[in-house]
């Protein structure tokens, strides 16, 4: 056999101490078996623990886990220290020196080996931060939570009482002494102590998880492990899925057990004697004696589970013979008593322990059958009776623990006194027989033969041999018991005695029960009850039937088990149930149960109580339910008191003298007709006929018992209707105390509640029908009229009518029945329930206060008031709970007219409004409940623990229930009945005047948390106050997520909770399920601070250093070591949180690994990122992030990618080391298409593409900061090679299934007429993860449609699968998306980098943009999220294909790019539309884009040569013309003429700058090359669509459509277009003949251009756009026309222009020398933006509009005058006027002076240059082209159109000279 390794269980000491492993501490590995989820044992950590073969040595071998120091162990401890294996240099994570030295120092104080104190020391040394916040407060943490309170310090002090402030100090100081050796070295021998209890904790649960399959196996994978344990530990594996493991494996364990349980009693009696006196404290010798008990404890409880399941064998004498040695040694640990609570609470469950396996082991029952001859033993089987000396060992314990008085061996005692009376009797027949023996030998010889069994061997007690001897009789004799058994009835005396015992097995079956004061688990309390039951069986002859037996058993029975107990998940197998044990002997339910029975209803109690207790205990038990229920429904007797005036009778079988008798009339139980002349109500008579045979039990009582077959639920509910009507009926049968009512009604709501559960298929499909039979049969005798849920209600109200103040205990229990009973019906009828809670005067009404609160009010909560308040919190909790779950069923309802459906629906008749106003009481009794609780003096802590948890649970539903479905709005939704409730909940907390009182128990729970003991008893205890944190967390956390989603202010609740917040902060070191819940609340507190405009409260500030440092330490360790991804992903997302919400000074411990003091050197710098930051763990697993699971993946990117957007050092940061963003390129690349993956995995789709998304977000700002540091090349060549991924699935969302959506939102309606899909669409309140619960609340619609057998399907092919399927779809398309925006930035980062120089990126961008647009072309739905996609995708193309423009990189070829923008702008069916205007404007845009690009693209023809003697490109060349062709009719002309007419429209969403860009695309197509070939075309295209009437008829209309100011923008527009169009000759021409010259000067326009105003720097908007009109439109149209027309139009031209002689002077003017101005003063009329300061005053000043003009001017009037001295066309000079305003040709010479003025003058011209518009203004900024002499770009494009007109009026001059 290989030599045991310990390398799983203490691995590599350098690896623990660096923290690159965590240890995996005994502490760790018994909180995971105790772990109900499961998810923890099956994590691999945990699970190749426990395979582990050195652990399973361990486990097998306990005394060897803390084995004292030898040879072998000082040398294993000198090689795991070596230099070798571990660093010796002292550094700033460790010192190898100090863990040596407090390794040996604990192996020498405490006697364990080297090496086991060092994997203590090690354990203590990675969990010091749980230490350190588990510590003492602050003072600064006790003003905080003074402050949060709101109140003094006396009234604070009830909170802080929780805690022990006697040790408080300021933070430094707690610090300080945190680090000192001796609290370090006491720390470690608390872990030490720890460890002990927890190694023995882990051996009990494994051994249970081992042994019970039916407690153990909650999946395949947890059975999977279980059995591979199994087989490591034992070698067994022979058995099947669930069957019960060989025993007999196990049970060399129990003598070890033993060995340590002694020890144990040693340490604990003698303390910790070798510790250094300087370092033991009071809470030391406590915890000392504490884990001794506490070994001892798990050592008996590992012992009798082996024990129990051996069967009724007997066991082994050497393991009888070893218990009772030590029992005889610490007489039973009767005397183990102490004065400490964590002490004294030890004692009971080990003095339970050590009597129920001392009476196990002499096992009374078969003792007992073997004593009397009744059994045949097995082959191996060797009875401990056969052993004198093993019976005088045990009768030496018992009597000596007799002799002392023990009361925990009292049931021992007895059991053994009739053992020993069983011995007697069986010695003195044997006495006699061998008498009677002798006589007949003397007579005659006879021989008597026994044949063996092969298998089996007869008991010899009744052999011939036996009669002459025994095996016990040497026993007998030796203690002189043979002839006398006075010592025997003194033992049975003794533990008899004023019922001793059994008060003493009551006590210990409640330590063993279901209460929260058990100590152990229900399955082991279950086990060990069922020994007393033997106890109980056996006596029962001397005993008989009694009070204090029927109590005992009544005890053992129920384990304290009550009503609100009841759950499926709590119950156990019939084979491990102690209540199905007792009905599967039939001794027992002979003696007890039946007797019980016969004895009722005369004894009404035991019976009632018998039945309810065992059936809260059959849950999992159907046969002997049904059968406790079918004595229930017909039992065959009925007892009574028999009265004087009953003579009705007859006396038969007199001879027999058994006191029999016959009815011989009716006997009427409930006669109403000698108390009442009322015309009786029809019910069901409850008469025993005559002919009945009954007799007397009792001569002295007269009581009778009657053979009368009857229903005892239908009896029940009739005396308890005659119980209210007492003057109603004249009953044989006495009235009911105020106890049997209660204990009646607990009954009837036992029945039902286990009924419904037992047949129930799902949770909202709870066996109503099961349910509705038990209140029927309750129901059948009462009056028609009612039913006995109305008899209960009744019965309630007549108590709630008193004065709740004064109502007496018993009364106050019959109240918590009702509400119990009512809490049962529930699920039943709910609809009748909540229609009685509208009207009852318990909760508040519309006029009137609930009665509730008069019990509430009383401080002192006595156990009767606290289980009513108990029960009626527990009961309001399930009315939420049952209004959320027929939310649809109560809907539909009233939708459809199916009388099925009507029939079957619980809730017909129920009305919202009743919901809503009794959930609204509700919630109104649960904040009055919680605001007083902090005043009440409940029985225990634990009570109030219950109340608050229960309490705010109902506030956390509400919430919850509320606000996490859509609509379109709460009162909408499913749940909109509770919004008023939770509204009135929300307000109670979140405004500004909340009453701090309400607070105080949620601060109170956090406080609490502390007090919850390090151990591995009392589970429920525990459970009980973690819950209640959990709960509490739960609602501060939703009420913040809640006020967010609603935008209420929520600063009060904030302030609050920052200031608990190092509590907060501390709870994950108290328990590992507190982790989470805490984490989610502060990430809701920090996301709600963060969303204010304020800066926010700094979390690391409340916290303080030394807190915060702790804090993040365990934090940063994720879920080591159990590595659970949903735990993983959580705290991820936490700390991008953090990352997101300002939370700089803790994002910056986050990323750096250090607080602000440690990570601020001394120059005042951000320190280098520590390999123990977050950050360093994120990229670090990010190295390997193939082998990642998704999930965590995402959540790891989630935080990297907030870390790079929001705290930009951090890229600087990591520059030392960016090989990580090989590995995620290298993922990006390997990774397969999402529609392909999505086939077999739609969940891993979706979740691959968001991680790609966050990829190309991480490499995009990676791009942007390493551009600032001018470093971007290198890194941006290498990501443009693996860019595939992207370029193939970036721009296309092809995941969407739109089929399924319709077809299931179709199918779901028509299932569910009233109720859309819709409805189940998830609030935003909590962040949605991809995956099933992403866009549907999948777990909502579970709870509400499983009513319904379509929701699952017969084959799981329901609407269930459907949803679920949706979900996943949608997942994907929602990754999808964030993959297109992440892409679309990485590309533009790219563009950026590379552009011009890399051609790669250029031709990716191109095909990125074809992309965009073939993708809008398809089919989308009609969801917002696809329309806003379109409009994406859009931009996307326009500014990629705006940057290939500008660097000169479009395609070549630009048919095809052109072929889909025209396709994709052809696609939209009604372009002005108000949803569609925004995506055809960026259609128009990218058009114009691609148009003005063919004048550089290979199809356009060279310079000077036609379209069709192009060879090469002739082909494209054509395309792209008959492209521009359908462009200018489809999209530009039909468009116009469309605008044009909704331009008149108000509403309509068309604005002035659509014009515009119609009119760039008309330029656009104008400047294709070739297009000058296509003028008839165009003039024929623009003719169809009557493109120039609408123009000149906008132009008429353009002073009527003017905005505020009066600007005529449309006039411009409508020229603007025309000018475009004015540029080809033809269409010149027939803008001529259409006498658009005439429209022109006729318009109103004309009129308001001809006003003096009219100029570029007008103070009046109307007058510069009519300014812009002349300058802009009218003048350059003038031209085209004149060029076009030539002479033909001159005449016309020239008196067009002396129709406005204002604008042609005021053009001359303006150009006027300053120089002339002698007042001018250039400092004094400029102002700093450059234009005038005042705007009246124009002189002087020019703008870029005025040199165009005078430019345009000059040309025409040039033009005109060569025409007319040159008799052009014919016309003679007279026929061209003159044209005037300064513009003769003798007046030109001034001009051209004015303007070789401004040349010459620069400085002048700069000052005087006034910029109109933005662009101009940019232009200014902009630098000069070099060699230009000007200084910005305004004033060089100044100059080139003064030097032209200068050109023009030049060349005029020259010309009349010669």
């Known amino acids: 056999m290989a030599s045991l390794t310990d390398k799983t269980y203490f691995p590599p000491l350098e690896e623990c101490l660096t923290g690159k492993n965590v240890i995996l501490s ?220 060989n025993i007999s494996l196990f049970e060399a364990l129990i003598p070890r057990c033993f060995t340590l349980l002694e020890d144990a009693i040693k340490r604990a009696q003698t303390g910790p004697e070798n510790v250094e006196e300087r370092l033991l404290t009071e809470q030391i010798n406590i915890d000392w004696t504490r884990t001794a008990l506490t070994e001892a404890i798990h050592a008996m409880t590992v012992s009798f589970q082996i024990l129990d399941l051996s069967g009724p064998m007997f066991t082994t004498p050497e393991i009888i013979t070893q218990w009772y040695q030590i029992m005889n040694t610490y007489e039973f640990l009767d005397g183990i008593s102490s004065g400490y609570d964590l002490v004294s609470e030890l004692v009971m469950p080990l003095k339970s322990l050590v009597c129920v396996i001392s009476l196990r082991l002499i096992n009374l029952d078969r003792s007992l059958l073997y004593l009397s001859q009744d059994i045949d033993l097995l082959d191996f089987e060797e009875p401990y009776l056969a052993s004198s000396e093993l019976l005088t060992i045990i009768h030496t314990a018992v009597t000596n623990a007799a002799n002392a008085g023990s009361s925990t061996a009292s049931p021992v005692i007895l059991a053994w006194s009739l053992i020993l009376q069983e011995m007697f009797i069986g010695y003195q027949e044997r006495v006699e027989r061998r008498d ?21 061997r007869r008991n010899s007690a009744g052999s011939i041999v036996s009669i002459e001897r025994s095996p016990y009789d040497l026993f007998l004799t030796s203690q ?87 759950s499926p998940k709590n119950a156990l197998s019939p084979s491990q149930e102690v209540d199905s044990v007792m009905l599967r002997d039939d001794e027992l339910k002979e003696n007890y149960l039946l007797q019980a029975r016969n004895r009722y209803p005369y004894e009404f109690l035991p019976f009632v109580s018998f039945t309810r207790a065992l059936l809260t205990g059959l849950l999992a038990d159907s046969e002997n339910s049904e059968w406790v229920i079918g004595l229930l429904l017909k039992s065959p007797t009925l007892t009574l008191e028999w009265r004087s005036e009953w003579v009705n009778y007859e006396l038969i079988y007199e001879d027999e003298n058994i006191n029999s008798f016959q009815l011989i009339g009716d006997l009427d139980l409930f006669d109403t007709s000698k108390v009442t002349r009322r015309r009786p109500e029809k019910e069901e008579k409850f008469t025993i006929p005559a002919g009945t045979v009954g007799r007397f039990v009792s001569d002295s009582e007269r009581i009778a018992i009657l053979e009368y077959e009857h229903s005892a639920l239908a009896l029940l509910g009739k005396r308890l209707e005659v119980s209210l009507k007492a003057d109603a009926y004249s009953s044989a049968l006495p009235g ?74 018993p009364r106050t229990a019959v109240l918590a029945a009702c509400l119990q009973f009512l809490d049962a019906a529930l699920p039943v009828c709910p609809g009748r329930v909540w229609a009685y809670m509208s009207r009852t005067a318990l909760i508040n009404g519309e006029t009137r206060a609930g009665r509730l609160s008069r019990i509430t009010g009383n401080l002192d909560m006595l156990s009767e008031r606290f289980d009513f308040l108990s029960s009626a919190v527990k009961f309001f909790s399930n009315l939420i709970e049952i209004a959320m779950l027929g939310a649809v069923q109560r809907k539909v309802v009233r939708e459809t007219n199916a009388r099925s459906n009507v029939d079957a629906n619980a809730w017909l008749g129920t009305s919202e409004k009743v919901i809503s106003r009794v959930s609204l009481a509700i919630a109104q009794t649960a904040v009055d409940i919680i605001e007083n609780s902090a005043t009440w003096r409940f029985p225990s802590e634990l009570d109030r623990s219950v109340v608050v948890h229960d309490v705010v649970g109902i506030m956390q539903k509400l919430l919850s229930y509320t606000y996490n479905l859509s609509a379109s709005g709460p009162s909408n939704t499913l749940t909109g009945s509770l919004e008023p409730a939770a509204r009135y909940v929300l307000e109670s907390f979140v405004t500004a005047s909340s009453n701090s009182l309400r607070f105080q128990p949620l601060l ?159 120059d005042g710098k951000i320190a280098e990122i520590s390999p123990d930051s977050v ?178 399907g017969s084959r799981k092919n329901g609407f269930r699968h459907e949803m679920e399927t949706a979900n996943l779809n949608l997942s994907l398309v929602e990754a999808e998306i964030a993959l297109f925006h992440a892409w679309e930035y990485l590309l533009l980062e790219l563009s950026v980098s590379l552009l011009p120089k890399n051609e790669t990126v250029a031709k990716q961008m191109a095909q990125v943009a074809e992309q965009c647009l073939d993708a809008n072309q398809r089919a989308q739905p009609p969801d917002n999220i696809f329309v806003r996609l379109v409009h994406a995708r859009a931009n996307l193309a326009l500014t990629l294909l705006q940057r290939l423009a500008d660097a000169s990189h479009l395609p070549k070829d630009s048919t095809k790019l052109l072929t889909s923008i025209t396709r994709a702008i052809n696609n939209i069916e009604v372009p002005f539309d108000k949803d569609q205007i925004s995506y055809f404007r960026t259609l128009l845009k990218i058009l114009f884009v691609a148009l003005r690009g063919t004048r550089h693209s290979a199809n356009a023809p060279a310079p000077g040569a036609s379209t069709m003697s192009q060879s090469g490109g002739e082909s494209s060349s054509v395309a792209v013309t008959q492209l521009t062709l359908s462009i200018l009719d489809r999209v530009v002309a039909q468009s116009f003429r469309s605008l044009v007419v909704l331009v008149h429209e108000p509403t309509s969403p068309t604005t002035p700058e659509d014009l515009a860009l119609l009119t760039a695309t008309l330029q656009a197509c104008l400047s294709v090359p070739g297009i000058d070939q296509c003028q008839v075309q165009i003039l024929n295209i623009m003719a169809s669509h009557d493109v120039f009437q609408v123009a000149t008829s906008l132009f008429s209309w353009a002073d009527k459509l003017t905005d505020k100011s009066g600007d005529p923008i449309y006039g411009e527009l409508s020229l603007l277009f025309l000018l475009e169009l004015s540029a080809m000759p033809a269409i010149a021409e027939q803008l001529a003949c259409d006498g658009l010259l005439d429209h022109i000067t006729s318009a109103n326009l004309a009129g308001f251009m001809r006003r003096p105003n009219v100029g570029p720097l007008a103070d009046n908007a109307g007058a510069a756009r009519c300014y812009s009109i002349w300058a802009k439109g009218v003048l350059p149209l003038l031209l085209n026309m004149l060029g076009a027309l030539g002479a033909t139009i001159a005449p016309e031209i020239a008196y067009v222009l002396n129709q406005f002689p204002n604008l042609l002077r005021a053009a001359v003017d303006r150009f006027e020398a300053p120089g002339t101005h002698r007042t001018f003063s250039p400092s004094k009329s400029v102002s700093t933006s450059g234009g005038p300061n005042n705007t009246k005053d ?23 005058s060569v025409i007319r001295m040159t008799n052009v066309g014919g016309h003679s000079a007279r026929d061209i006027p003159q044209i005037t305003g300064g513009w003769e040709d003798e007046a030109r010479q001034n001009l051209l002076e004015n303007v070789e003025f401004w040349l010459g003058s620069r400085k002048v011209l700069r000052e005087r240059l006034v910029p109109l518009g933005q662009r101009e203004m940019e232009w200014r900024g902009q630098k000069a082209s070099e060699g230009s002499a000007c200084e910005n770009k305004l004033e060089e494009k100044a100059v080139e159109m003064l030097s032209g007109v200068a050109e023009v009026l030049a060349l005029g001059e020259g010309e009349e000279g010669a």
Not at 436 to 456: C, D, M, T, Y
Not at 485 to 505: D, P, S
Not at 1043 to 1060: E, G, H, R, T
Not at 1742 to 1753: G, M, N, Q, R, Y
């Open 1004 to 1162: 109170a729970t956090l406080l609490v948390a502390f007090q919850i003991p390090d151990s591995t008893l009392y589970p429920r205890r525990a459970a009980v106050v973690s819950e209640r944190l959990l709960v509490v967390l739960d609602f501060a956390t939703i009420l913040l997520r809640v006020s967010n989603y609603l935008d209420l202010p929520v600063s009060k609740l904030q302030s609050q909770l920052f200031k608990s917040a190092s509590l907060v902060a501390r709870l994950p070191a108290i328990r590992l399920s507190f982790k989470i819940p805490a984490i989610a609340l502060l990430s809701a507190l920090v996301e709600s601070a963060g969303k204010g405009n304020a800066e926010p409260p700094s979390l690391l500030g409340y916290l303080g250093p030394q807190i915060s440092r702790s804090f993040i330490q365990i934090t940063s360790q994720l879920d080591k070591p159990f590595d659970r991804v949903p735990e993983s992903v959580k705290i991820w997302k936490f700390f991008s949180t953090i990352m997101r919400n300002r939370q700089q000074w803790m994002a910056n411990c986050l990323l750096t690994g250090k607080t602000p003091r440690e990570a601020l050197k001394g």
């Open 436 to 456: 009677v023996a002798q006589n007949a030998r003397a007579q005659a010889s006879f021989e008597l033969e026994i044949q063996p069994n092969p298998s089996e």
């Open 736 to 809: 009911l105390s105020a106890d049997e009512v209660a204990e009646s009604v607990l009954l009837l709501a036992t029945v039902v509640r286990v009924e419904t559960l037992r047949t129930a298929v799902t949770v909202s499909r709870a066996g109503s029908e099961a349910g509705m039979a038990v209140l029927k049969e309750a129901s059948r005798a009462l009056p028609h009229t009612k039913d006995i849920l109305t008899v209960v209600c009744d019965l309630m109200d007549t108590i709630i009518q008193d004065d709740l103040v004064n109502v007496d205990g």
């Open 1175 to 1352: 950050l360093s763990t994120a990229i670090e697993k990010l190295r390997s992030i193939k082998k990642l699971p998704s999930r965590e993946a995402i959540a790891i990117l989630d935080f990297f990618t907030s870390a790079q957007n929001y705290w930009p050092w951090t890229i600087f940061a990591m520059q030392k080391d960016t090989s990580f963003l090989i590995d995620l390129r290298a993922y990006v690349r390997d990774l397969k298409s999402p529609s392909m993956v999505s086939r077999t995995d739609p969940k891993e789709a979706a979740y691959q593409a968001r991680i790609a998304a966050y990829i190309a977000e991480a490499f995009a700002m990676q791009l942007y900061h390493l551009r600032q540091l001018g470093q971007s090349q290198k890194f941006a060549n290498d990501v443009v090679n693996d860019l595939d991924y992207f370029l193939r699935n970036g721009v296309e969302v092809s995941g969407y299934n739109a089929s399924l959506h319709s077809n299931f939102a179709n199918n779901f309606s028509q299932r569910y007429p009233g109720i859309s899909v819709e409805d189940f669409k998830r609030t935003v309140l909590v962040p949605r993860d991809l995956g099933s619960q992403f866009y549907y609340a999948l777990d909502f619609a579970d709870l509400m449609l499983s009513y319904d057998v379509a929701w699952d």
């Open 26 to 245: 005994w502490k760790l590995v018994a909180s995971a078996l105790a772990d109900q989820q499961g998810d923890r044992i099956t994590s691999n950590a945990v699970s190749s623990f426990l395979k582990d073969a050195y652990v399973q040595h361990l486990l097998k071998n306990p005394s060897k886990t803390f084995e004292p120091p030898t040879s072998k162990t000082k040398a294993d401890f000198e090689t795991k220290t070596a230099a070798i294996n571990v660093t010796q240099t002292p550094n700033e994570r460790f010192n190898i020196k100090t863990i040596k030295d407090d390794a040996i120092w604990l192996s020498t104080n405490v006697n364990i080996s080297e090496v086991a104190a060092l994997r203590i020391v090690v354990v203590e040394f990675q969990s010091r931060p749980q230490a350190h916040l588990v510590g003492p407060l602050s003072t600064q943490d006790v003003d905080n939570i003074q402050e949060a309170a709101g109140v003094s310090d006396a009234q604070t002090s009830n909170i802080l009482a929780l805690l022990n402030l006697s040790t408080v100090a300021d933070a430094e100081t707690t610090w300080a002494e945190f680090e000192k050796d001796a609290s370090r070295r006491q720390r470690i021998l608390a872990h030490y102590l720890s460890e002990r209890r927890s190694f023995v904790g882990s051996a009990e649960s494994l051994v249970t998880f081992m042994l019970h399959s039916s407690a153990a196996i909650l999946d395949q994978e947890t059975h999977n492990l279980r059995r591979e344990i199994v087989k490591e530990a034992f070698g067994y594996d022979e058995f099947d899925d669930h069957s019960e493991i």
């Open 1738 to 1760: 124009m002189s002087g000043f020019i703008t870029l509009t005025a040199i165009s003009e005078i430019h345009s001017l000059a040309l025409l009037t040039r033009v005109l």
């Open 480 to 566: 002189a018991l043979e002839r006398d058994n006075q010592l025997v009835e003194a033992l049975a005396i003794t533990a008899t005695a004023r019922g001793q015992v059994y008060e003493v097995m009551s006590e210990m079956a409640a330590c063993l029960g279901h209460s929260q004061l058990a100590a152990f688990s229900s399955l082991l309390g279950a086990r060990a009850r069922a020994v007393f039951l033997e106890v109980l069986k056996k006596s029962f002859p001397i005993v008989g039937y009694q009070n204090d037996t029927v109590s005992c058993l009544l005890t053992v029975l129920s384990g304290g088990r009550q009503y609100w107990d009841l």
